[in-house]
């Protein structure tokens, strides 16, 4: 049994060995007292739920009567005293005030999100048509009363203090409570060079916006916690970029996104802050956190930062968790794209795994493979420790040991959802002994014969118990059939359906009804995002809609997807599709 536990983590390798030699270290503190998550609960909420509901606003149609603001910002936080928009070293404050530098060329608006428009920031959908709302979202004009910002943050990138990082091409536009009372913050990516710029030209271009837009939204219906994107605007702007770092200078198009979350803060946030030793501003700025995100921990509680660092453990575990079920690859886990809330950030070169490979990198830039699709969870531990090192000033004795022994329960608690997810995408009911081998030796079938991941779990979901029982897997069912060419398939075919058969009352129409509520048919691959971009570069963004819309139901078959081949075997060309840092 070991060993196959040790196998269902080999499926996404080297989780437990580090979990063996973290914990036999940790657990050296005081262990008479457990610290108890639960108490505190886990699940953060924004306070804003509570407040805004008095305000009762209304959906509009008119920019005019709408309006985003960075004041609560500017009244909560010191600012950088430099107005000047020069790159330069900054101190003791946790943002710099910052115009966009608006696009010199014409902007066209590429594509916008219903769902975020609507429901997020109510507006009707008709306002993305108007003149206001294409300067609002390509940087051309702000609010009046709004001073966009910049944030100063750092991070560990690839493992290493890579010192003051910062938005260098985003800027915080302003803030929104909306009608349910929920409080976004609006950012801008793309829209022009900050204090945090460094050699940066501030610039995103139109492929890799592309792909923020698209995968962020597709994420958030996967039900994995995510930022979102409101709009999508692309410029004439010529952008210089070497997209594979070999001499290969290309003139680019810029574009924008308005990228929405509940926070943009990042472990990177308290890293700085920690780093250069202003204590002061790194407690002012956990206690904002705090009473801001996480409501259920008491800004008297003199264990708050205890209680909050163990939220977000759990929160990270339930985050990197959630991607290894979908082979979501987020492709650069530095310590300034994590967020404090734990939702999917700043994406990058990420991808979603194929062909099941544990070793899957989809970063071409990531030459060791340190943010390998295996290795997350290791990094979300690494990265989880420097939050601890960033909060330990704020920290006693006794709370620190806590702190340790709560991070040496990171692997347990990605393990435990690990599993729970996978139960369910195998279709179980309630929790069996021999579950955790029956996913283990899932995985490594899937291991040995390599059959594309989402493919493999929708197909299961869509066989019949019969079929199944038969051996009988249709050729259409590819992924499956892949699979089932092991020798093993057999035997794990029998213990799988006596496994079903152990849940009275459970039947096999409800069982894949289940199953396909889980494993998405539809997920972002790099090649139909490259096929969306190659066209949005030639101005034709009908393939940028469809994945839209695609993605927003991504457990339901529809015609429109399957006639563009996105629940088939890839095409051949998609092996060529190298994503890099370049963005
Ligand atoms: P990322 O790899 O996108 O997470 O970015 C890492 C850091 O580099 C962040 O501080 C970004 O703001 C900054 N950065 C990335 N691209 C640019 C750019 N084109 N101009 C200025 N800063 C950038
Ligand atoms: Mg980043």
Redesign the pocket.
């Known amino acids: 049994m070991e060993t196959l536990l040790s196998r269902t983590l080999n499926g996404f390798p080297t989780f437990m060995c580090f979990w063996t030699v973290f914990c036999s270290g940790c657990h050296g503190g005081e262990m008479d007292f457990i610290f108890d998550a639960e108490s505190y609960g886990n699940i953060y909420s924004n306070k804003s739920n509570l407040n805004g509901f008095c305000e009762r606003k209304m959906k509009v149609s008119s920019m005019d009567l709408w309006s985003v603001s960075t004041e609560d910002v500017i009244a909560e936080f010191p600012i950088d005293p430099i107005k000047e928009n020069y790159v330069r070293r900054v101190k003791s404050c946790i943002f710099s005030l910052v115009y966009p530098t608006p696009f010199t060329s014409a902007v066209q608006l590429v594509a916008v999100s219903e769902d975020v428009l609507e429901n997020l920031l109510d507006l009707h959908l008709s306002v993305a048509e108007t003149n206001a709302f294409l300067q609002f979202v390509s940087g051309g004009k702000t609010m009046p009363g709004s001073v966009p910002l910049a944030h100063r943050y750092g991070g560990h990138q690839f493992g290493a203090w890579a010192g003051q990082?910062?938005?260098?091409?985003?800027h915080l536009i302003g803030t929104y409570i909306n009608r349910y009372g929920e409080r976004w913050e609006l950012q801008l990516k793309g829209s022009g060079?900050t204090p945090?710029?460094?050699s940066?030209?501030?610039?995103?271009v139109l492929r890799s916006s592309v792909r923020e837009f698209l995968c962020s939204e597709a994420m958030h219906y996967l039900g994995i916690p995510s930022s979102r994107a409101a709009s999508l605007v692309v410029s004439n702007d010529a952008v210089w970029r070497d997209q594979f770092y070999n001499g290969n200078l290309k003139k680019e198009r810029g574009a924008i996104v308005l990228r929405v979350a509940k926070s943009w803060f990042r472990i990177g946030s308290l890293e700085i802050v920690a780093q250069y030793g202003e204590i002061d501003l790194l407690r002012e700025l956990v206690d904002f956190i705090i009473e801001e995100h996480f409501l259920s921990i008491s800004r008297s509680d003199p264990n708050k930062v205890l209680a909050f660092f163990s939220s977000v453990v759990s929160q990270t575990a339930n985050l990197i968790a959630l991607w290894m079920s979908v082979g979501f690859a987020h492709g650069?886990c530095n310590t300034?794209?994590f967020s404090l809330l734990s939702i999917t950030i700043?994406y990058?070169p990420f991808g979603f795994m194929e062909r099941y490979d544990a070793d899957y990198v989809p970063n071409t830039s990531d030459d060791g493979g340190r943010y390998k699709i295996g290795n997350q969870a290791n990094v979300g531990m690494f990265n989880l420790n420097k939050l601890l090192v960033a909060l330990k000033p704020l920290m006693d004795t006794r709370q620190r040991q806590l702190a340790s022994q709560v991070l040496g329960g990171f692997p347990d608690l990605y393990y435990q959802r690990f599993t729970e997810l996978f139960r369910a995408k195998l279709g179980f009911l309630g929790e069996r002994e021999q579950d955790l081998t029956l996913i283990a030796s899932f995985l490594n079938l899937m291991e040995d014969t390599k059959p594309d991941f989402t493919m493999t779990f929708r197909q299961l979901s869509e066989i019949t118990r019969e079929q199944l029982q038969n051996l009988s897997i249709p050729q259409e069912y590819f992924a499956l059939y892949d699979l089932s060419q092991h020798k093993k398939f057999p035997d794990w075919v029998a213990l799988y359906l006596q496994r079903l058969k152990s849940s009275p009352g459970d039947s096999d129409p409800e069982r894949r009804q289940r199953m396909t509520g889980i494993n998405p048919i539809y997920v972002l691959r790099n090649w139909m995002a490259e096929s969306a971009v190659r066209k949005a570069e030639m101005n034709d963004f009908s393939e940028v809609h469809l994945l839209q819309k695609v993605l927003r139901r991504p457990f339901h078959a529809q015609k429109i997807a399957e006639r563009a081949g996105y629940s088939q075997r890839p095409p051949s060309w998609a092996k060529e599709v190298k994503v890099s840092?370049s963005?």
């Open positions: 990082l910062g938005d260098g091409r985003a060079r945090y710029s460094r940066g030209d501030g610039r995103a650069v300034d794209n700043d990058g840092c963005s």
